[in-house]
C-alpha cells in the first residue's frame, strides 16, 4: 500500500473518531479541534516515515525534523485562536478576585434593563449591542437581575471567573436558563465552561 493512501486511511479513522467525540460532547469545540490536530498529525507522520522506509532510511532524519516542525507550526494556528477567545476574560478579571470583581469604569450608563436577559445563541453570550468584541458584554445598575437564556442547539453554562466563582449555572441545556442578580458596582467577568466563550457584566452604582 502507497504511503499517500496509508496517510489518508489513518487521517479518515481519526476524523471518524473525532466525530463520534463531538457527539458525545455536544461538539464541543475544543474536542473538535484537538481531534483535527491529531488526525492530521497522525497523517503526517504516516506519509512522512512512509516515504522515509521507501527511501531505505536515507530521508530519515530529514523527514523527522520535517514532521516536526510541522506538527509544532499546526498545534500553534489551532490553538491561537481558541485559547485567544478567553483572553478578553483574563484582562477583564484581573485583580477582581473572591470579592466581586474589579471597580467599575465610571461614567457609564445601564445598557440593559431590569431583568437583564442575554440570550445565548451561535455559541455567544447575546447579540447586537450585547456583544463586544465577540464577548457578551452589558452594564446594568446594582439590584439587576441577569438571566442567561440558552437559545443555542448545544449545552452552555454562564460561570463567574472570580476564586471562588461567583456563580455557576451548571449544565444548561437548550431551552433552559439561569438567573444571578448583582448588589455589588465592578466588572465581573464570565465563561462557558463547555465552549471558548466569554462575557463580561459591568455593575453600577
Known amino acids: 500500500m502507497g504511503s499517500g493512501v496509508r496517510a489518508i486511511l489513518v487521517f479518515l479513522g481519526g476524523m471518524l473518531f473525532t466525530v463520534a467525540l463531538g457527539v458525545a460532547t455536544q461538539y464541543n469545540m475544543l474536542v473538535l479541534a484537538l481531534g483535527s490536530i491529531g488526525s492530521m498529525l497522525f497523517a503526517l507522520r504516516e506519509g512522512f516515515v512512509a516515504t522515509g522506509e521507501e527511501g531505505r532510511g536515507a530521508t530519515k532524519l530529514p523527514v523527522r525534523w520535517i514532521w516536526f516542525v510541522g506538527c509544532v507550526a499546526l498545534v500553534l494556528l489551532t490553538l491561537t ?5 478567553y483572553s478578553p476574560t483574563i484582562a477583564a478579571t484581573g485583580g477582581g478576585g473572591g470579592g466581586g470583581g474589579g471597580a467599575a469604569p465610571s461614567g457609564l450608563t445601564p445598557t440593559c434593563g431590569n431583568p437583564c436577559i442575554i440570550i445565548i445563541r451561535n455559541s455567544a453570550f447575546g447579540s ?5 468584541n465577540g464577548n ?3 452594564v446594568v445598575k446594582a439590584g439587576t437581575t441577569v438571566t442567561w437564556e440558552n437559545r443555542d442547539n448545544t449545552q452552555h453554562t454562564t460561570t463567574s471567573t ?13 431551552g433552559q436558563q439561569f438567573s444571578h442578580t448583582f448588589n455589588t458596582p465592578g466588572t465581573f467577568s464570565y465563561i462557558c465552561n463547555v465552549h471558548p466563550m466569554a462575557g463580561t457584566v459591568v455593575v453600577v452604582s
Do not use: R
Not at 485562536?81 to 477567545?85: K, R, V, W
Not at 472570580?162 to 451548571?170: F, I, K, Q, V
Open 162 to 174: 472570580a476564586s471562588p466563582p461567583l456563580w455557576d449555572s451548571g449544565i444548561l441545556n437548550p
Open 136 to 138: 457578551g458584554y452589558v
Open 128 to 132: 447586537g449591542s450585547q456583544l463586544q
Open 81 to 85: 485562536p481558541i485559547l485567544g477567545a
